[in-house]
């Protein structure tokens, strides 16, 4: 795929992403073109169908949790708590909630999306699984902890906030994600509140100072 294909494929995923996260997975294909700034044509070469659309921006989720899991790879061996923490922050500014969130309904109604959806979901679920038995090997997390409750908790936390939210609290996400992370910490390790979220909650207003 050429360079120029492959930049406007992604800003129709993008597109797609944020509406469908927005107004449901029922979003007309021209209000998505429009959204990307391509011409319908274009998006029906790279996405023949409604369906085809979903799949797609379903990879691109899985693609990008991935991309953001490798990226913090490297930080594993020296910092371990500090790579999960940035991992996880990471992938709540992701904000997949909202986008699966919508597109389930759709799913629900269709044996095409019910077939194709399962194989992206699973190669998804292979990344997560293989970062929380890391975070459990490296004590950082509750050895408790499943998989799959720690990406439901992440997906519910990473729905975008109405703006007014952000104007009033600023940082708002980033101390619910910390203050997640610490439910999550092993008990038997683990003070009453991490000095990462404390001094989130501070930079958000939130924490009372000791004078």
Not at 26 to 44: F, H
Not at 79 to 106: D, K, M, N, S
């Amino acid at each position: 795929m050429r360079a120029d294909a492959r930049a406007k494929r992604r800003a129709i995923l993008d597109a797609a992403w944020r509406l469908i996260a927005d107004r449901g997975a029922e979003v007309s294909m021209r209000t998505v073109a429009l959204e990307a700034e391509v011409g319908i044509a274009t998006l029906y070469r790279h996405f023949p169908t409604r369906e085809d659309l979903i799949v797609g921006v379903l990879g691109e989720v899985f693609a990008r949790v991935t991309e953001v899991v490798e990226k913090h790879d490297p930080e594993w061996a020296d910092a371990p708590e500090a790579a999960w923490r940035a991992t996880v922050h990471e992938l709540a500014r992701l904000e997949f909630g909202a986008l699966v969130y919508q597109i389930a309904p759709t799913a629900q109604k269709s044996e095409s999306l019910q077939r194709r959806i399962p194989p992206l979901r699973d190669k998804g679920a292979r990344v997560i699984d293989a970062l929380v038995q890391r975070a459990r090997r490296a004590g950082v997390v509750d050895p408790n902890i499943r998989p799959e409750r720690f990406l439901v908790g992440l997906a519910a936390i990473s729905r975008p906030f109405p703006i007014a939210i952000e104007e009033i609290l600023p940082g708002q996400r980033e101390w619910m994600v910390s203050v997640y992370l610490d439910g999550l910490r092993d008990p038997a390790t683990s003070p009453d509140r991490s000095s990462a979220s404390l001094e989130i909650s501070r930079g958000c207003g939130l924490a009372r100072r000791t004078a």
